[in-house]
C-alpha cells in the first residue's frame, strides 16, 4: 500500500483469517523475509484492505487469494491488535481484525500472489491445537497457541478481544 494511502494515524487496516476445517485444525500460512528463508515465520492468512472495501470483502478475499479457499462461513471477529515488524525492508504498522471462519476446503494453492508474496511465502499447513502449542517455530501473533486453545475450549468471545500491541 502506497503510503499515501494510508489512514490518518498511519496504521494499515488489515483483515485476518482464524480458518478451522472439520477437525478444528486451524490453517496458517509459511512466510520468510524476501531475501533470507531462514528467517521465517508462521502467521493467519489476510492482508490490507484494496479500495473501499470493508474489512470482511478484504478477509474472503485474501483467503481466496493466498489459499485458494472460496468455500467459507465468515464468522465473527476474534481479536484486534495492533502491530509493528520489518518487512522486505520497511517497518509495517497495522491495524489488524481476526476473523473466525469455517471450512470444509482443505486443499490450498495460492491463486493471486502479489509479486512480493511470491518472493517471501513458503506455503500452508493445518495445525491441530495440540502441534501450534508444542510448536518451536514463530508464530503471529506470538500469543496464537493460547488464544486457539481458549476459542476450541470457550467458542468465540462475545465481541472482539483487544490483543496486546505487538511490535517486532
Not at 15 to 44: C, K, M, Q, S, Y
Not at 55 to 69: N, W, Y
Request: with cysteine; aromatic share 8%.
Amino acid at each position: 500500500m502506497p503510503a499515501e494511502a494510508l489512514p490518518e494515524d498511519g496504521l494499515r487496516k488489515v483483515a485476518r483469517v482464524v480458518l478451522l476445517d472439520p477437525e478444528n485444525r486451524i490453517l496458517l500460512l509459511h512466510g520468510h523475509e524476501p531475501d533470507d528463508p531462514a528467517d521465517d515465520w508462521w502467521f493467519t492468512p489476510g492482508g490490507g484492505l484494496e479500495g473501499d472495501e470493508t474489512r470482511e470483502q478484504a478477509a474472503v478475499r485474501e483467503l481466496a487469494e493466498e489459499t485458494g479457499i472460496t468455500d467459507v462461513q465468515l464468522g465473527p471477529v476474534l481479536w484486534r491488535r495492533t502491530c509493528s515488524f520489518p518487512f522486505a525492508g520497511r517497518r509495517w504498522d497495522q491495524d489488524e481484525w481476526y476473523y473466525l471462519a469455517r471450512t470444509t476446503q482443505t486443499a490450498t494453492a495460492a491463486t493471486a500472489l502479489t509479486e512480493l508474496e511470491r518472493r517471501s511465502m513458503a506455503g500452508a499447513r493445518w495445525w491441530t491445537c495440540q502441534e501450534l502449542t508444542r510448536a518451536h517455530e514463530t508464530v503471529y501473533p506470538t500469543r496464537l497457541a493460547e488464544l486457539f486453545r481458549r476459542l476450541l475450549d470457550e467458542g468465540p468471545p462475545a465481541g472482539p478481544v483487544t490483543l496486546d500491541t505487538e511490535i517486532v
